[in-house]
């Protein structure tokens, strides 16, 4: 088996060290994140220069800040490829020790490789240090994706409503839509956003998107303050929300002695009382789940109370409910808000009837 004998000379690149390791302070990227990028792009220059078909090895020494550059060939006694092959006369030159069929480092010239870097290889390794940014932004966002943030107002479209948010190191765009409908946003305020979905991007680093009005924030915000939630004792079941006014959500446990609703609430409101605080007054039902539709259904179209529930189909999904003639507005809402949250929450079509069959005006 051929083996590899070493000769070498180094590159001083004390600048571009430097500039690596203000990356890693101030950018939180490790170099050797950067290694592969750097290294090929000093291959690909160098190689370009020397005509492309050379076989050439870029090493990085990160403890003594160095590049270390050679073309790696093979010795032999007839050469045909000059790009790749050497004569032993010529090996030895580089390693005493040399002999056919080994492979020989030789060393590129330290004034024309520096050369090559700074003419050539400063764009492709600024567009490595880019593109490595964007890989680690893309794994942080990856690693919170379904999850709340913490994200600093950095400023308001005034033309759109668009908000841009500071989430880590990184600035992310919260669309006007996504946002709490009533809710003021102030550069400076610290707010909490759910991570709906992250992709990577074609251009411009990864796509996140990122939301104040969707449900899940309003779960995640629950995991976090009901510790019985977070361990899995309570299960939240279904949840419905209209972002800004009114969240209905479904809690449930197989423990009979646990009271699902009772330990979303808190002592006197506490933990829910947080969450409504941290949601601007957001008003928040929770009723408990029921695998009985009937029941569920009743549940769900708290604070009202129903006086019966009629299946009428089970597909699709129909039932008639009737309730207390005094129930009837509280029952709909206003502007039908609380059965439309009720029908999100169980997927039941509900039809509500008043007990006297007479709706007035």
Known sequence: MAKSVKASKKVDTKELFEALRLLESEKGIPQDVLANRITNAIVTAVKKDFGGRDVI?????FEKEKFILFARKL???EVTDVYTEILLEEAVTYSKRATVGDFVEIPINSRICGR???????QIIRQGISDAEKGQTLAEFQDKNRE???AKVMGIDARTGNATLLVGKSEVILPKTEQVEGETLNIGDMVKVYIVGVKEG???????MISRSHPNLVKRLFEMEVPEIFDGTIVIKAISRQAGSRTKMAVWSENPDIDA?????GPRGARVGNIVEELGGEKIDIVKYSEDPATFISEALSPAKVVGVEIISEEPKVCKVTVPDSQLSLAIG????NARLAVKLTGWKIDIHPES???GE
Do not use: L, W
């Open 148 to 150: 709340i943030v913490s």
């Open 75 to 77: 010795v032999v006694e």
């Open 116 to 122: 090559i870097i700074a003419q050539n290889a400063k």
């Open 57 to 61: 090895t870029c090493k990085i020494d």
């Open 261 to 265: 609703v009772g330990s979303c609430i």
């Open 357 to 359: 069959g007479f709706y």
């Open 202 to 208: 074609e251009k411009g680093g990864p796509r996140v």
């Open 334 to 337: 206003n502007k039908g808000q």
